[in-house]
């Protein structure tokens, strides 16, 4: 599954790596692409009780870290059903 957050981050990273590899993805974003700290911790949250969260990193919908795309300012939660990020609030 291509990641659509393009964040080319591999997939097959040890976890301790994983983590501090996307630590320094969203660290260099650009200040104008990213959300602030209480949206993206807002989006965390509903992505950490999803059932489609795959070992606490990855969503099943689109195959991106959620770290990553959850910080990203024009992305959105992939669920088919509904964009949680917009409508549970």
């Not at 059932?51 to 959105?76: E, I, N, P």
């Amino acid at each position: 599954m291509e990641k659509i957050c393009n964040c080319k981050i591999p997939a097959n990273l040890q976890e301790d790596m994983m983590t501090e590899s996307i630590a320094a993805y969203v660290a260099s974003l650009p200040k104008e692409d990213v959300v602030d700290d209480a949206e993206y911790e807002r989006r965390l949250n509903i992505c950490s009780i999803c059932v489609d969260l795959a070992g606490g990193l990855t969503c099943s919908h689109c195959g991106c870290f959620v770290l990553a795309r959850a910080r990203k300012r024009q992305m959105y939660c992939p669920m088919p059903e509904r964009d949680k990020w917009k409508y549970d609030m």
